[in-house]
């Protein structure tokens, strides 16, 4: 019997994935460097379904049926090469190899074009939900070629998460869009997480609620409008009480958070692209402050606060759940607009609305939120900015006066919050009639005859700010 799918790479994640296939009645054949992973899964999870048993990847070629599909879920990076370098000389034109690691969107780029070159499909495919997501259905953003979804799609598909019946898995775009869409959803599960960080840190240092405490706003605050995966964990990670100290767990936890590299990427990415994600880009530095240990632990001694004894305001802490929400709101912004400026630049044509379908389960941000995201880009009339959207620009202007009276707040009593007041200070830049940016053009001509554009003429200009600063018409630098 030919196998329907291959898997190469059966550590936890390509277990699962092939669990999941084979659990949905797919035939998948299995193959891993060292056989022991293989014989692993089939003696501990043979009886799932149908598996056949390979030990090298000419004979997990041999297994499948054509146009075949090898999926790839080893280490991101060279070994991913190493593995494609193997596989190509034994496939056949029209076949599909497919790389469901977190690699670089660049190297997907980079892999397609080449594989694309020999007759082969080269399919990325962004996979968010971890280990439990891979096994009981996770969200799949996937890329490559449209041709190849139309064999591969419908497997993707059967085995990805449902939101109401409905599959989050669908073609997000050619080459690399799909580990893009996968890397800014990594960016916007940074901010999220660190916005409730910050929402944490205010509860406790303003309001004094112990952790337990807050475990149960938490879990109130999942009932409403921040209803989601990453709230409703919140609550239980607070609730939970360390079994050696008695303490609570989040009290002997080194607070110094760390990353994998994906948010650093979604940044250095939006910063090519020009794309302001102040909120994705403030918690990873967060992550990165918090790993300065011993800098921090020479600023006890060193540094002065002298903050403010303010008294927190009665409803403060339905004032921090109306930040962490705005908060919240201006990092899917961003990281949307990312998209729109990656899909201008790469040449993709992403629907708004169906990446953030494809995010409303499954995946770690999933959230009630994102099917109001998709129905806002569903629109025939698309916001230029989420926050444009009739319903956010409402919600959010709601939630401006509790906002500001939070980041003041933590202003005064010295509380970090980079992504509740680098947020709103987006906000605010995006209101703006006039910015600043006019003085920056002004200093940028003068010492380095940049040019500048005026107001109220057409064209581009500099001042002779060295001569006797008339103004003359100019070759556009700026
Ligand atoms: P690892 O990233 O730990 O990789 C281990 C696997 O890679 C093993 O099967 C190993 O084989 C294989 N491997 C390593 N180097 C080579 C090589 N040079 N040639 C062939 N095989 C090699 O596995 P995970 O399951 O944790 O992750 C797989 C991918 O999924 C990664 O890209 C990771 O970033 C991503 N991931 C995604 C998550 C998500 O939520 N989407 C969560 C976790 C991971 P051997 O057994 O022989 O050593």
């Excluded at 056989?35 to 997990?60: C, I, P, Q, W, Y």
């Excluded at 082969?120 to 962004?126: A, D, E, Q, S, T």
């Excluded at 409703?232 to 100290?245: G, N, W």
């Excluded at 650093?264 to 880009?281: H, K, Q």
């Amino acid at each position: 019997m030919s196998a329907h799918i291959g898997v190469t790479g059966l550590a936890v994640m390509g277990a699962n994935l092939a669990r999941n296939f084979a659990r949905n009645g797919y035939t998948v054949a299995l193959h891993n460097r060292s056989a022991a992973k293989t014989d692993a899964l089939l003696e501990n999870h043979g009886d799932e379904g149908d598996f056949v048993r390979t030990e090298s990847l000419a004979e997990l070629v041999d297994a499948l049926e054509k146009p075949r599909r090898v999926l790839i879920m080893v280490k991101a990076g060279a070994p991913v090469d190493s593995v494609i370098e193997q596989l190509v000389p034994l496939l056949d034109e029209g076949d599909i190899v497919i790389d469901a690691g977190n690699s670089h969107y660049e190297d997907t780029r980079r892999r397609e074009a080449a594989l694309a070159e020999k007759g082969l499909h080269f399919v990325g495919i962004g996979v968010s939900g971890g280990e439990e997501g891979a096994l009981l259905g996770p969200s799949i953003m996937p890329g490559g070629s449209r041709a190849s979804y139309d064999s591969l799609g419908p497997m993707l598909e059967k085995i990805s998460a449902k939101y109401d019946g409905e599959p989050c898995c669908r073609w997000v775009g050619t080459d690399g869009a799909g580990h893009f869409v996968k890397m800014v959803h990594n960016g916007i599960e940074y901010a999220d997480m660190q916005v409730i960080g910050e929402a944490s840190d205010l509860l406790r240092s303003a309001a004094g609620l112990e952790p337990a405490e807050q475990a149960e706003v938490f879990t109130e605050w999942n009932k409403g409008e921040l209803s989601s995966f990453l709230i409703e964990i919140t609550a239980e990670v607070l609730a939970h009480t360390d079994a050696r100290t008695g303490k609570p767990f989040v009290d002997v936890v080194v607070d110094s958070a760390g990353q994998k590299g994906t948010g650093r990427w979604t940044v250095v990415s939006a910063l090519e692209l020009g794309s302001p994600v102040s909120g994705i880009a403030e918690s990873v530095f967060a992550r990165g402050l918090s790993s300065q240990r011993d800098q921090r632990a020479l600023a006890q001694d060193i540094l002065a606060g002298h903050e403010d004894q303010v008294q927190v305001p009665e409803g403060f802490v339905e004032d921090v759940r109306q930040a962490l929400f705005a908060s919240k709101l201006v990092s899917y912004a961003q990281g949307i607009d990312m998209l729109t400026a990656a899909a201008a630049e790469y040449g993709w044509d992403l629907k708004l609305d169906e990446i953030a379908s494809l995010w409303r389960a499954g995946c770690i941000i999933r959230a009630e939120l994102l099917d109001d995201i998709m129905k806002a880009y569903a629109d025939e009339d698309k916001p230029a900015n989420l926050l444009f959207a009739p319903a956010f620009a409402t919600a959010i202007a709601d939630a401006v006066p509790a906002w500001r009276r939070v980041v003041a707040v933590a202003v005064q009593l010295g509380i970090p919050v980079p992504v509740f007041s680098s947020s709103l200070a987006y906000y605010d830049g995006l209101r703006r009639k006039r910015l600043p940016a006019a003085l920056t053009q002004g200093l940028r001509d003068l010492f380095g005859a940049h040019t500048y554009r005026r107001v109220d003429a057409e064209g581009t200009f500099h001042t002779l700010w060295g001569g006797d600063k008339s103004e003359v018409s100019a070759v556009d630098t700026h």
